[in-house]
C-alpha cells in the first residue's frame, strides 16, 4: 500500500506493520460495483475478485468493521479482529477457501465508513487527516480505509463501476470508460489495467473540464466553476508531463487529473492529485507543488516504494522537481544550501536516521533527511556520473521497475548498469549510515616551480566515525582572470593534502562553492534564519515589559501558544526579569520596546544596512517598511552562534496568523508582513560574511570576489527528445 503522501510516520508504521510490502507476483483484479450514499455516510459493494495463476486458493483479507461481508464461489471464514488499540480504522479478518480450478469469487458487503477529519499535530504544520469519509461534502477511501478487501500485499488492478447520487461525480486512477449523468443519479465507470498499490474513491459534487494532450486526457475536478483556473492547471499539466516524458520515459498513465478537495490537502496519487480549494489558488502552487505531484507519477505512483526498505520516491522527485525549477531559475545552489542548513539546524544526533528508515515526512528533522539528504545524494550521484549516465539509469530503473516495488538497491544496479561504476560503497555511505561529513580547509599556500604556480591545500574531516569518500569541487581565482579554475578532488582519507598546478597567480580558493556535498555545514557558512530558532533544542521567549495593554497581551498568547507545544521547547519570560541574555541560547525577543532591543540591533548590523528607528519604522537594504499595519521578524546570531529572533508588530491581531505562518518560512533572514490577517510582503536572506570555506591566498592584500563559475543547464535543458 502506498501512504507515504498522505500519512505522518506512526501512521505509515502501522501500515507497514499490518501489510508488510515486498515485491509481488501478478496482480489480484477486483471488479467493483459501487452505490454511494452520501447522506447516510454508508455505501453497498459488490467485488468480483479473480487470483493470478499461480496465487494460493486459500487466502486473508481484510475489510473494514462493520461491513458484513457475503461470499459467492468460495467458503468464508470470520478470524479474529486485525490489530489493538493503535489501529487506523477497525478492520476484520476473513479466510476465503476456492475450490477446484476456481479462481474468482464474489464478495458483498455494505455499510458506513465515516471517520471526521482529525487534527494531526506537526512540528512544522497543522494539518488535517481522514481514514476514510463518505459524507455530503464528499467521500475519501483508499487502502487505509479498508472500504475494499485488502488481500496481503499484493499488487491490484480493477474496474470500479460507482452509482452516485444526481450531480455528484467519482474519481479513480487510471481512466474513465463511461459516465453518465441522470436526474435521477449519476454513473461513472473507472478501468486500471496497470497493477496498483492501492484502489482510491473520492467522489462529491464536480464541475469537470478536460482537454486531449497526445494520448493523455487532461481533466480538473473543481467544487465551483472556475474555467480560467482549469485552464491554467491543464496546461500546466500538459507541459510538466512533456517535461518528464522526455527526460524520463512515458508517462505511465491514461490521464491526469487536478481534483479540488473539501480540506486543505496535498496528496499525490496515480494519475491525479487531490488539492485543498485554498491551496490551488495560491498563484505560486502551479509553479512548485503542482510539478512535484506531477513526477510522482513516474517516482511512487508509476514505480512503487518499498517502505521496509526506505523511502527513496522523495527524495528523488524533489531532486527533479524543487530542485530542478530553482536550477532553472539560477537559484540551485541556494537550494542546496537551504537543505544544508535545514539538516544543521533540525537534525540533532537522537534525531538522525538512514534514509532506508525513512517513510513519510512527520517532523522537521525527519524533511531534512528524507527529502533534504536523499535529495543531495541524487545531487552527488548525478555530479559523479555526469548529465547522460544519469539521466540514463533513470530511464533503465523506470523502465525496469514500472508498476512494481523497489528499493535504493534497485537504483544502485541501474546507476550501475549504465555507468559501469560500482557503486555499492556509495550507497552503503549515503543511504544506510547516519550523520554527515564535516569539512574544513587548512593549509593554503603558494609554490612556484618551474614557471608554473602550484597550489597547496589539505582538507580535513572532524567528524566522528569513519571517513567519507567524497569528490569535492574547488574553485580558485586567479590573478588577471575573470574565469575561476575549477576542479574536483577525491577524498579517501580524513585529512588529505592536495597540490594542484594552476596556469597564474591564485588569488583565493572555495571549497565546495555551489554546495555540492551532502555536509554539516559550518556556522559561519550560512545566514542566520528563522530554522535556527525553530530548531534549537530550547528557545527563551523575553517579552517587552513596557509594551501598550494589548499589544502585551498579544505577545504573551503568542509565547504561551509557543510555549505549549512540545516541539518548540519554549520557556517564556519578561525582559525585567534578567540581567542579560543568555549566550549560549536561542532567544525570542517581542516588541519594539523591548529592553534588549540595542542587543538585536547589534546583532543585525553586518546585513544589509538594517535600521529600526525609535517609532518602528524599519529599512533593510535601503527599502523603508513603515510601522503602521506592518509585523516584522527578522533572524541573527550572537556572540558564540546563539540563534536571536526578533519579533515586533504595530497590530496586536496579527500575532495569532503569526504564530500559525511563521514555522512555514523557516528558511529566510527576514520577514515583513502587513495587516492583522498577516500577509507576507517581503522576504529574504542575510548575505554570508565569513565563510570558513572561502580562503585568501594572501589576506594582506584585500578582499578578492570569486572569479567567475562555469554556467550548468538544467537537465531539461540537455534532453534531446529526438534520441529517446
Given at each position: 500500500?502506498?501512504?507515504?503522501?498522505?500519512?505522518?510516520?506512526?501512521?505509515?508504521?502501522?501500515?507497514?506493520?499490518?501489510?508488510?510490502?515486498?515485491?509481488?507476483?501478478?496482480?489480484?483484479?477486483?471488479?467493483?460495483?459501487?452505490?454511494?450514499?452520501?447522506?447516510?455516510h454508508t455505501f453497498q459493494v459488490q467485488d468480483t475478485i479473480t487470483l493470478p495463476r499461480d496465487h494460493p486458493k486459500s487466502l486473508t483479507f481484510s475489510l473494514h468493521a462493520g461491513l458484513r461481508p457475503q461470499v459467492e464461489g468460495a467458503t468464508l471464514e470470520t478470524l479474529a479482529p486485525e490489530g489493538g488499540a493503535d489501529?487506523?480504522?477497525?478492520?476484520?479478518?476473513?479466510?476465503?477457501?476456492?475450490?477446484?480450478?476456481?479462481?474468482?469469487?464474489?464478495?458483498?458487503?455494505?455499510?458506513?465508513?465515516?471517520?471526521?477529519?482529525?487534527?494531526?499535530?506537526?512540528?512544522?504544520?497543522?494539518?488535517?487527516?481522514?481514514?476514510?469519509?463518505?459524507?455530503?461534502?464528499?467521500?475519501?477511501?483508499?487502502?487505509?480505509?479498508?472500504?475494499?478487501?485488502?488481500?496481503?500485499?499484493?499488487?491490484?488492478?480493477?474496474?470500479?463501476?460507482?452509482?452516485l447520487p444526481a450531480g455528484w461525480d467519482a474519481v479513480s486512477q487510471c481512466r474513465r470508460h463511461r459516465h453518465q449523468k441522470g436526474e435521477a443519479f449519476s454513473r461513472v465507470l473507472w478501468v486500471c489495467d496497470k497493477p496498483q498499490d492501492d484502489i482510491y474513491l473520492v467522489a462529491a459534487r464536480f464541475h469537470e473540464y478536460h482537454r486531449t494532450h497526445g494520448r493523455i486526457q487532461l481533466q480538473a475536478f473543481l467544487r465551483t466553476p472556475d474555467e480560467a483556473l482549469a485552464r491554467r492547471y491543464i496546461r500546466a499539466a500538459g507541459r510538466y508531463i512533456d517535461r518528464y516524458q522526455a527526460l524520463l520515459g512515458p508517462y505511465p498513465y491514461g490521464k491526469f487529473a487536478l481534483v479540488e478537495n473539501f480540506w486543505q490537502s496535498g496528496y499525490?496519487?496515480?494519475?491525479?492529485?487531490?488539492?485543498?480549494?485554498?491551496?490551488?489558488?495560491f498563484p505560486f502552487i502551479i509553479y512548485t507543488s503542482y510539478p512535484h505531484e506531477i513526477?510522482?507519477?513516474?517516482?511512487?505512483?508509476?514505480?512503487?516504494?518499498?517502505?521496509?526498505?526506505?523511502?527513496?520516491?522523495?527524495?528523488?522527485?524533489?531532486?527533479?522537481?524543487d530542485q530542478l525549477v530553482k536550477v532553472q531559475e539560477g537559484k540551485g545552489a541556494d537550494y542546496r544550501r537551504e537543505q544544508l542548513q535545514r539538516y544543521m539546524d533540525f537534525v540533532a544526533g537522537d534525531e538522525d536516521f538512514p534514509l532506508t528508515a525513512f517513510t513519510a515526512r512527520n517532523s522537521q528533522a525527519s524533511e531534512a533527511v528524507g527529502y533534504g539528504k536523499a535529495l543531495m545524494f541524487f545531487h552527488m550521484l548525478h555530479r559523479r556520473l555526469g548529465d547522460k549516465?544519469?539521466?540514463?539509469?533513470?530511464?533503465?530503473?523506470?523502465?525496469?521497475?514500472?508498476?512494481?516495488?523497489?528499493?535504493?538497491?534497485d537504483l544502485r544496479r541501474a546507476f550501475e548498469k549504465v555507468s559501469g561504476d560500482k557503486l555499492q560503497a556509495d550507497f552503503d555511505q549515503w543511504v544506510r549510515r547516519t550523520g554527515a561529513p564535516d569539512l574544513k580547509v587548512e593549509g593554503v599556500q603558494v609554490v612556484q616551480d618551474a614557471g608554473r604556480q602550484r597550489l597547496r591545500l589539505t582538507l580535513t574531516q572532524t567528524q566522528p566515525g569513519p571517513v567519507y569518500r567524497?569528490?569535492?569541487?574547488?574553485?580558485?581565482?586567479?590573478?588577471?582572470?575573470?574565469?575561476?579554475?575549477?576542479?574536483?578532488?577525491?577524498?579517501?582519507?580524513?585529512?588529505?593534502?592536495?597540490?594542484?598546478?594552476?596556469?597564474?597567480?591564485?588569488?583565493?580558493?572555495?571549497?565546495?562553492?555551489?554546495?555540492?556535498?551532502?555536509?554539516?555545514?559550518?556556522?559561519?557558512?550560512i545566514p542566520p534564519a528563522l530554522s535556527g530558532l525553530f530548531g534549537a533544542e530550547s528557545v527563551l521567549i523575553v517579552l517587552p515589559s513596557r509594551a501598550p495593554a494589548p499589544l502585551a497581551k498579544a505577545y504573551r498568547d503568542l509565547a504561551q501558544a509557543w510555549e505549549g507545544n512540545p516541539a518548540f521547547h519554549a520557556r517564556v519570560v519578561t525582559d525585567?526579569?534578567?540581567?542579560?541574555?543568555?549566550?549560549?541560547?536561542?532567544?525570542?525577543?517581542?516588541?519594539?520596546?523591548?529592553?534588549?532591543r540595542a542587543r538585536a540591533q547589534k546583532a543585525l548590523s553586518g546585513y544589509h544596512a538594517v535600521r529600526v528607528s525609535?517609532?518602528?519604522?524599519?529599512?533593510?537594504?535601503?527599502?523603508?517598511?513603515?510601522a503602521p499595519g506592518r509585523s516584522l521578524v527578522m533572524a541573527a546570531a550572537r556572540g558564540r552562534g546563539a540563534p536571536l529572533g526578533w519579533l515586533m508588530t504595530t497590530e496586536p491581531g496579527a500575532l495569532s496568523g503569526l504564530a500559525f505562518k511563521l514555522p512555514h518560512y523557516t528558511k529566510y533572514s527576514y520577514l515583513v508582513f502587513h495587516g492583522t490577517a498577516p500577509r507576507n510582503t517581503e522576504r529574504g536572506m542575510w548575505p554570508v560574511l565569513h565563510s570558513p570555506m572561502s580562503v585568501l591566498v594572501d589576506p594582506a592584500a584585500g578582499p578578492v570576489a570569486m572569479g567567475r563559475l562555469k554556467p550548468r543547464r538544467p537537465l531539461t535543458e540537455l534532453i534531446d527528445t529526438r534520441r529517446h
Open positions: 500500500m502506498r501512504a507515504a503522501r498522505r500519512w505522518p510516520g506512526y501512521i505509515i508504521a502501522w501500515l507497514l506493520a499490518a501489510a508488510p510490502v515486498y515485491p509481488a507476483a501478478a496482480a489480484v483484479h477486483h471488479a467493483l460495483k459501487v452505490r454511494l450514499h452520501p447522506d447516510q489501529t487506523l480504522v477497525p478492520a476484520e479478518r476473513f479466510r476465503v477457501t476456492l475450490t477446484g480450478a476456481r479462481r474468482r469469487f464474489v464478495v458483498r458487503y455494505g455499510g458506513k465508513i465515516y471517520h471526521p477529519l482529525a487534527q494531526v499535530p506537526s512540528e512544522e504544520r497543522q494539518f488535517k487527516v481522514t481514514a476514510g469519509l463518505i459524507d455530503t461534502r464528499g467521500t475519501f477511501l483508499d487502502s487505509s480505509s479498508r472500504w475494499f478487501p485488502i488481500i496481503g500485499d499484493a499488487l491490484v488492478t480493477f474496474s470500479l463501476d460507482v452509482r499525490g496519487m496515480p494519475s491525479f492529485t487531490l488539492l485543498g480549494s485554498q491551496i490551488i489558488r513526477l510522482h507519477n513516474w517516482w511512487g505512483n508509476g514505480v512503487f516504494v518499498n517502505f521496509g526498505e526506505g523511502n527513496w520516491s522523495e527524495g528523488l522527485t524533489a531532486y527533479l522537481s549516465a544519469f539521466v540514463k539509469g533513470l530511464r533503465l530503473f523506470y523502465r525496469d521497475n514500472k508498476f512494481r516495488y523497489a528499493t535504493y538497491d567524497l569528490r569535492v569541487p574547488v574553485a580558485v581565482t586567479l590573478e588577471g582572470r575573470a574565469q575561476a579554475y575549477q576542479t574536483t578532488l577525491a577524498m579517501n582519507d580524513k585529512r588529505q593534502a592536495f597540490t594542484l598546478s594552476v596556469p597564474a597567480a591564485p588569488r583565493r580558493v572555495d571549497v565546495d562553492p555551489q554546495f555540492d556535498v551532502f555536509r554539516r555545514l559550518s556556522k559561519q557558512e525585567d526579569e534578567l540581567e542579560a541574555l543568555p549566550e549560549d541560547q536561542a532567544v525570542w525577543l517581542f516588541g519594539l520596546r523591548n529592553r534588549f525609535s517609532d518602528g519604522d524599519v529599512s533593510v537594504a535601503g527599502q523603508r517598511f513603515p
